[in-house]
């Protein structure tokens, strides 16, 4: 399995310079190759292959308008042709109905604005981790790294990422064997919400830390304070890095409560069902923040990966299952309830909580979705 690990980099500012070169000449290397297939459309010519654009990029090195090409790492370069390559085919993928998911489009144009750049290095580069522990990288030199943790193989290839924040980091890409997590017969069903993050079917509850909502004083200041810059002024570029930061921060936070919360879970349960959430429809509702700020995608998309990585099963309950309005202990659905309904009682006497018996339910119906051997939907068993 190949795995990403992402280390914090401390560049000098000669590295920097060097490493500020390097975005810049893979950024026109990219619009190169996206210039020259969207003129073969337009002219109604044959879309130019992987190695015409290769064999171009050598004579334009030579050339006086692209000399200064030869100043960074040849490997960067065919990299950035790679990533438009990339991108077309991901394009074609999705007009063609061939991939899955939202419909991805044609490539664009790569601004020498954009606040976030990256540059990649394989093995060809020959890139090293040094003996001190530092990175070394053709034509920008040995760059300082923080280690949190040892790699458990050598790197297939090294991203270099700069972003909004001014922050540089070095994402490896190895080769892991992971060995399943000791079996245990817990099974958990899991009630995303807003007021509470999420509320287990074994009574456990994780209170939302609301990042967003807790730094949202401190991001108005700043975004105040980046409105009264003048345009184009040093001070501007000052304060939208610290904007940036306080966005940065915000991320991090809500990264690592995410990786904590399901690597609890995926530790301690042999099988997680979740509710197949829409997050990008409730995204557009009046909750559009409060959803945003949970970060219900991202924690479920760690659920789903750490499961798989260590053994464990991963299940969705459909998105329409009413597991807020069937009651757990018989079975009767009693119809929609409105938000402010947290508590509910059923004819047969049973008084249930609205979030732990959606998260009952849940488990019950991903129990039940499992054990079906045709693979077809079947009824919450009574």
């Not at 980099?9 to 990219?30: D, E, I, K, S, W």
């Not at 297939?156 to 000791?182: C, I, M, N, Q, W």
């Not at 508590?343 to 909580?353: S, Y």
Request: overall charge positive; aromatic content about 8%; charged content about 25%.
């Amino acid at each position: 399995m190949q795995l990403r690990y992402q280390f914090r980099l401390y560049p000098t500012v000669g590295q920097q310079v060097a490493l500020a070169r390097a975005f810049g000449c893979a950024r026109v290397v990219f619009n190169d190759a996206i210039a020259t297939r969207e003129a073969a459309r337009r002219d109604g010519l044959p879309y130019p292959t992987d190695a015409e654009l290769s064999k171009a990029l050598t004579v334009a090195k030579k050339t006086p308008e692209r000399a200064w090409l030869s100043e960074v790492s040849s490997v960067v370069l065919q990299q950035a042709l790679a990533d438009a390559n990339t991108a077309y085919r991901n394009f074609f993928a999705s007009v063609t109905g061939k991939r899955r998911g939202r419909k991805v489009g044609a490539p664009r144009f790569r601004s020498r604005r954009d606040h976030r750049q990256s540059i990649r290095f394989t093995r060809n580069a020959k890139f090293a981790v040094t003996a001190g522990g530092k990175l070394r990288l053709p034509k920008i030199g040995e760059v300082t790294v923080r280690w949190s943790r040892d790699l458990p193989s050598d790197p297939s290839s090294v991203t270099v990422v700069k972003d909004a924040a001014g922050r540089y980091f070095a994402s490896f890409v190895v080769e892991t064997v992971d060995e399943p997590l000791p079996a245990t017969d817990a099974e958990v069903g899991i009630d995303l919400g807003l007021t509470t993050f999420a509320v287990l079917s074994n009574g456990k509850t994780v209170t939302s830390p609301k990042f967003f909502r807790q730094a949202e004083r401190r991001l108005r200041k700043a975004q105040k304070n980046l409105s009264r810059k003048e345009k184009g002024s040093k001070n501007r570029a000052k304060a939208r890095v610290k904007v940036a930061r306080a966005h940065a921060r915000v991320r991090d936070a809500r990264l690592d409560f995410a990786h904590k919360q399901s690597t609890t879970i995926v530790r301690e349960n042999q099988a997680v069902y979740v509710e197949d959430l829409c997050v990008t429809g409730l995204a557009r509702t009046r909750l559009a923040k409060s959803v945003h700020d949970a970060g219900w995608g991202q924690f479920l998309r760690l659920v789903e990966e750490k499961a798989t990585r260590y053994g464990r099963t991963f299940g969705t309950v459909d998105r329409f299952f009413p597991s807020s309005q069937t009651c757990s202990t018989c079975g009767r659905v009693d119809g929609k309830k409105p938000l402010h309904v947290r508590t509910w009682a059923c004819p047969c006497g049973a008084v249930h909580d609205r979030d732990l018996n959606a998260a009952i339910n849940i488990l019950a119906a991903g129990r039940a979705e499992r054990r079906n051997a045709c693979g077809e939907t079947v009824s919450l068993p009574a």
